[in-house]
C-alpha cells in the first residue's frame, strides 16, 4: 500500500500548485486598471499629454475613449500613422463613444481620424509593460 501514499501526496501538491496558480493568476487580474483617456474632459484635442501624467500601463488595463461619436471616432494606428496623423484605410476603428480597448504588452498609438483632429492633439502614445 505505500503506493497509494505517494499517490495520494502526487494528488495534494498538484492540488496545492493549482490554487497557488490560481491566487497568482486572480493577483494579476486584480492588478489590471481601468483609465479613462482624457480624465473627466475625455477624448477631445489636447488629449495628448494626458498619459504622461499617469503610472506605467501594464497588460491587462483597460484605456475607456469617451467622446461624442458624431464628432470624433477612435483609431488604432502604427507609429508612422501616429506621427504623421495620416491613418491607413484599414485601421481598425471604435465609433460607440464610449469605447473600452485592454492593452497588451508593447507600443500602442490612437488617434482621431477626422480631418484635422489628430493635429490638434487628438491622439495617444501608450507603452505597456509586463
Not at 489590471?32 to 489636447?46: C, L, P, Q
Request: hydrophobic letters at 40%; one cysteine or more.
Amino acid at each position: 500500500m505505500p503506493s497509494q501514499g505517494r499517490r495520494g501526496s502526487a494528488l495534494v501538491a498538484a492540488a496545492v500548485a493549482l490554487v497557488c496558480l490560481s491566487s497568482v493568476l486572480t493577483f494579476e487580474v486584480a492588478q489590471a486598471r481601468t483609465y479613462t483617456v482624457g480624465d473627466a474632459n475625455g477624448w477631445t484635442f489636447g488629449v495628448h499629454k494626458w498619459p504622461g501624467r499617469k503610472q506605467l500601463f501594464r497588460a491587462g488595463d483597460i484605456l475607456v475613449f469617451n467622446y461624442y461619436a458624431e464628432q470624433h471616432n477612435v483609431l488604432v494606428v502604427n507609429k508612422t500613422a501616429y506621427r504623421s496623423c495620416n491613418a491607413p484605410d484599414n485601421a481598425t476603428s471604435y465609433w460607440t463613444g464610449n469605447d473600452c480597448i485592454t492593452l497588451v504588452k508593447g507600443h500602442h498609438y490612437f488617434m482621431c481620424g477626422f480631418p484635422g483632429h489628430c493635429s490638434a492633439g487628438m491622439r495617444i502614445a501608450v507603452k505597456v509593460t509586463k
